[in-house]
């Protein structure tokens, strides 16, 4: 079981957290929502919680809640810009559809 990071996601996460002045990674998870589902969630993490599942990559530490684990094993998250717009990308090999407006999936 592992979430990556690209060096592009980890570096912008980096670069991030060093602005804020604190943090020590990313949280990803899902919640119910939208026409297929799940949606993607993520925020910064000031502190781990008890049950978090923490992976590394280029650096960068990945909190994940372990209901979340079963729908984003083996995601990739991206950070990719494309023309003016720029944002995170999710690689996830467990969608297996995902809703029109691209913001909800279904496993």
């Not at 990719?80 to 909800?104: I, Q, T, W, Y």
Request: charged residues 30%; glycine residues 12%; hydrophobic residues 35%.
């Amino acid at each position: 079981m592992a979430i990556t990071l690209t060096e592009a996601a980890a570096r912008h996460v980096g670069r991030y957290l060093a602005r804020r002045g604190k943090g020590i990674g990313v949280r990803l998870g899902v919640k119910t929502t939208g026409c297929s589902g799940l949606a993607y969630k993520l925020e910064y993490v000031d502190e781990a919680e008890p049950e978090d599942v923490v992976f590394e990559s280029h650096g960068v530490k990945v909190l994940i809640d372990p209901k979340s684990l079963a729908y984003i094993d083996g995601t990739e998250l991206d950070f990719v810009r494309e023309g003016l717009n720029e944002g995170f990308k999710f690689h996830n090999p467990n969608e297996r559809d995902r809703c029109g407006c691209g913001e909800s999936f279904r496993v």
